[in-house]
Structures are given as C-alpha cells and as structure tokens.
C-alpha cells in the first residue's frame, strides 16, 4: 500500500493484532486532535468560538488537565464559562426550570474535540472501503483481522458503499470476521463460567477463557482511550 496521510493509519493498524484496528487509529487521532488543543492556537478566535460552544467532554478535559499546560486548559474553561453562566439564571417557576435544566443538560452533551473526532472517523471508515476496492491485497488484511468492536464494526456497515463494485464482497469479509470474533468470544466465555462452577475449581483454565470478560469489554464498548 502506498503510504499517504489517507491511509497511513489504515496500514499501520491492520496489522493482524488482537485489538480492534479501528479502536487504534481512533485513539491516535484522538491524541492528535487532543495535543491541538494544549498550544498557543487555542486563543484564536475561531477555536475560542467553537470551545465557548461545545466545551469538553469529560474525557478529553481529563485528558487536558493532565496535560502539560494548565494555563491553556484554563482560558478555555473560562471561555466555556461565558456559556454555562448565561445558561444559569433564577428560576421563576416549574416551566422556566425544566427549561433550563434542559438547557444545562444538553451542554454536558457536547465536546469540540468529540466533534472534530467523528468527523475524522467518517472519513475513515470511508477511505477503509475504498482502500478495500482499490488495492487488492488489503482484502488479506481484513480478513486476518481478528475483529472490530461493535460500534467500529456497525460503522464499516454504514460506510460499506464506498466499497464501490466490491461492497457486497467487503460485506462477506467483514461479516466472517466478526462472526468469528463473536463465536468464539462466546465459546471463550461459557468455558469461563463452566470453570467457575463449584464442581470444577481447581481445574486448569484456558488463556483465552481467563481473559474472556476484559476481551468481552473491548468488544462490546471497544478499546479503552
């Protein structure tokens, strides 16, 4: 595969390991965008904007507070607080506080790092079909994929048409793929609770039964960030 900001990611990470190929780049991504926000471009007025807006999530404010720049992380939270303080006023009777509850509630929703994230993330799953119909050995590639988490998994679904000509067979792939993951996180599982069972404590326990719940986890909610 030719490397490419495109697909540089894509050939770094479907590399046949045992994590979610997806789960990897989203998390460097991730990093990326998250490192944006410690510099001295966060006091442009665009980004001022769009952090008073949104904010942060919870994880990426952690993720900022543990960051070297403090001072950074601090003008944006005090630019953020312009927009939760116009959003807190006395309330004059029931009505008038569910709205304003609504209001407050739906500003813990948003997150400016979460929403340059997902718009990195569509790109992606696209540019993954679309290097599935133009280069003929990543078919390989997916297939010794051990698997993706759900979520990674249902967006290869939705953005399968960029596949082109080759969509219906990029579906059978991912769809062995995951079923494989699946059967055999379930066969990983009941072996897990047949061990567990009073009867036979003290028998030998399979590698890939031990680790069947934290395996379960990266599944069903996908790598830890």
Do not use: W
């Amino acid at each position: 595969m030719h490397y490419h900001i495109g697909t540089m990611l894509i050939d770094e990470n479907f590399d046949g390991k045992v994590e979610c190929p997806v789960c990897r780049i989203q998390k460097k991504i991730d990093e990326r965008l998250t490192e944006q926000y410690l510099g001295e471009g966060v006091m442009e007025d665009d980004t001022r904007k769009e952090v008073n807006k949104l904010g942060f999530c919870l994880h990426h404010y952690s993720k900022l507070y543990a960051s070297h720049s403090k001072l950074g992380l601090a003008l944006q939270v005090s630019t953020r607080l312009n927009t939760v303080m116009a959003n807190v006023d006395k309330a004059k009777n029931a009505k008038s506080a569910k709205k304003q509850a609504e209001n407050l509630l739906n500003l813990g929703k948003t997150c400016v790092v979460c929403k340059y994230l997902e718009n990195h993330m569509v790109r992606y799953y696209k540019t993954i079909a679309q290097v599935y119909d133009n280069v003929a050995s990543f078919k390989q590639r997916i297939k010794s994929t051990p698997g993706f988490c759900l979520e990674h998994y249902a967006q290869l679904l939705n953005y399968s048409s960029f596949a082109g000509k080759k969509q219906e067979e990029y579906l059978a792939d991912l769809y062995e793929v995951e079923s494989n993951l699946l059967n055999n996180l379930k066969g990983s599982i009941d072996d897990f609770c047949i061990h567990n069972d009073y009867r036979n404590i003290g028998k030998p326990i399979s590698k890939e039964a031990k680790e069947s719940l934290k395996n379960a986890s990266c599944v069903f909610y996908g790598e830890e960030k």
